[in-house]
């Protein structure tokens, strides 16, 4: 996955609360839990049963320039099955996913739209109420 440490996260609490910051360490879907460093210097250890998801924001040259192409996935056509998540608060979210397991704390979902301001999303399995997974046949993308 590549080290991440330093990478901008916004942290989305099950209760509607948001935290910015930069990754401390690695993020590792398979743990219990995430680390970052706010704005102000504090250092946070987010246990995912308290998350709804992880936003990774994108660095704002790469989103520029994703807008001015217009035509940029987030990952290769074929790579990942059109999904839509929606979370218990109601909030909707299109994207992409690679691999995906309900028996995991969470998914990746990758947004399809340029304009997008996040390269990816953690999705807390937990906080889901639903996800639609539309499988596409052999040879289609």
Known sequence: MGDE???EVVLHY?????RRGELLREFIPGGDFVEIKTADGE???VEFEGLKAVFFIKDPRRRDLEVQISSMD???PGSGASARVEFFDGE???GRVAQYSVEEHGFFLFPRAPESNN???FVVVQALKTLYVETLADGES
């Open 5 to 7: 440490t330093g990478r």
């Open 14 to 18: 099950r209760d509607g609360s948001t």
């Open 43 to 45: 250092d946070l250890r």
């Open 74 to 76: 987030m990952i290769k």
């Open 92 to 94: 909707v979210v299109h």
């Open 119 to 121: 390269e990816k999303i």
